[in-house]
């Protein structure tokens, strides 16, 4: 399991997010940290996880701007 730290890219995290689920390995676990200062960005998050067809075991606030999810690549 390894953190992804998001939160430089602001609102345009969900191509780079989507870039290292690409390079995780079957069932791997991984946690992104991004920026929240519109909930849209949690569910931006959320959708892209989903249609990759991934499993998101967690989301949660981290702190007052910050959010994280944890995230398993899906077993083929």
Do not use: P, T
């Not at 870039?19 to 959708?47: M, P, S, T, W």
């Not at 249609?51 to 606030?61: A, F, P």
């Amino acid at each position: 399991m390894k953190r992804y730290d998001l939160r430089h890219l602001a609102n345009d995290f969900e191509q780079r997010m989507s870039e290292i689920c690409d390079g995780l390995h079957n069932g791997e676990v991984a946690i992104f940290l991004f920026e929240v200062r519109d909930f849209a960005n949690v569910q931006k998050a959320i959708d892209c996880i989903l249609k990759r067809g991934d499993e998101l075991l967690n989301s949660l606030r981290f702190n007052e701007v910050d959010w994280s999810i944890v995230v398993r690549r899906k077993l083929l």
